[in-house]
DNA sequence: ACAGAACCGTACCGTACGGTACGGATAGAG
DNA sequence: CTCTATCCGTACCGTACGGTACGGTTCTGT
């Protein structure tokens, strides 16, 4: 068979998860029916029966479908100075305020999370796992980078995340999730990112001549 | 008529909304239907459309009546010496933590998260409105009272009570949201609100000393 | 005691949705 | 060219739910 797939999906399926994502941003879950799915993506409900299985295997299917464009830190182990490593902290909690707020991400986290009721929270588990999980460890990689230059200190890389995280983030993203229109001030994210980073640094920074002690 | 009603709603509502929120807990949204609403609590459907409209009214007045259970800190204007204020700020991360963890707070959260996408987010803003609010109000007045006694500082009263709200409640919400059962782990708030609030100190907290030198 | 309102339980209606089946069109394999 | 697999579009089925109607009963105010 000559498809090509490249992410476990064909592209004809994932053009089909794209046109419901577009449904689901717009309307909702409810809007996300298998025959509005099928019109909006002309197809027939026969072969999204076929290719996802039923109904909830299509929610799944547009998450890890989504999930698959996420840019992460990578540490090359190279010495990092001050500056860059400001810099490196500050642009990852702009990007994360960026993904929190992107309609697809919210549209995705509404639906797991309307979905966490029931059936063991599938969707939820699924959402973390594949969508938080990689930037989290995108963090931490750069966190940890940045103790190892003595920029940083603390005992718990992961407590020290969630410092950070909590920092950036405050109650944002649920304010954003219950739909509170004036949450989403876009403009306002750059200085969010360097407030959250300075707070940041005042708890676990370590000044210059400390670390010329400790080094 | 000698239906003594404290709240706005008649003590036979208010069971009606009891008995709809332990469905809203045990099942979702997709639980709550008129008719099961209706055998759970024993009254008809024609009353439930009677007093509540439609269901989203009926959905409406669950928040409502939810949202008047919250108790919150009263600033009596009285002096408040260093421990009693940072006692004051541990109850209130406690609190804080006990309440956005609770089954029913939960519930309804992932309720109005669900709904947030259509009809421009009614339940959101409810939510918001009457539950968080208050918390917030108090949260606010108890940070103005521990400025006016010299133990912390800060510019922005708003912007300081966002970052004691971060700080200790970090991602925990929208993780518990999402029903990763790890999340909530109830006997580890004690510790994270004794670490949020010294944190918070550690960014807000006025020394004795320049307490003397500007009192 | 009586009238009227509120209320319960049940039945009923229309609709919308998940899931299945089928006929016809298309395209690649031999 | 033919066979076969995939797919589209539509029609269809069963169910579940929101909302309404109605008969019978209890409660309330006078």
Redesign the pocket.
């Known amino acids: 068979m000559?498809e090509h797939r490249e992410q476990g999906y064909?592209p004809?399926q994932r053009a089909v998860l794209e046109r419901a994502l577009e449904l689901l941003v717009a309307g909702g879950e409810?809007a996300?029916?298998?025959?509005?799915v099928?019109r909006a993506a002309?197809?027939?409900?026969?072969?999204l029966?076929?290719?996802f299985g039923?109904?909830?295997g299509l929610l799944a299917a547009m998450i890890a479908h989504q999930a698959s464009k996420v840019r992460t830190f990578a540490d090359d182990g190279e010495p990092m100075d001050r500056v860059h490593f400001r810099a490196h902290l500050v642009a990852f909690a702009r990007d994360l305020l960026d993904v929190l707020s992107g309609e697809v991400s919210l549209a995705l986290n509404r639906l797991a999370i309307g979905q966490a009721s029931r059936e063991e929270s599938r969707l939820g588990r699924l959402l973390v796992a594949q969508g938080r999980r990689r930037i989290d460890e995108g963090a931490i990689a750069l966190l940890e980078a940045g103790r190892r230059n003595r920029h940083i200190a603390y005992d718990d890389a992961d407590d020290a995340y969630r410092t950070l995280y909590g920092l950036v983030v405050r109650d944002l993203h649920v304010r954003m999730l219950l739909g509170e229109s004036g949450a989403r001030r876009h403009e306002k994210f750059a200085a969010m990112a360097e407030g959250a980073v300075e707070r940041f640094f005042a708890l676990h920074g370590v000044r210059e001549k400390e670390r010329a002690d400790t080094a």
């Open positions: 000559g064909t004809r409810k996300v029916t298998t025959a509005g099928a002309n197809c027939s409900k026969e072969s029966y076929r290719w039923d109904r909830d």
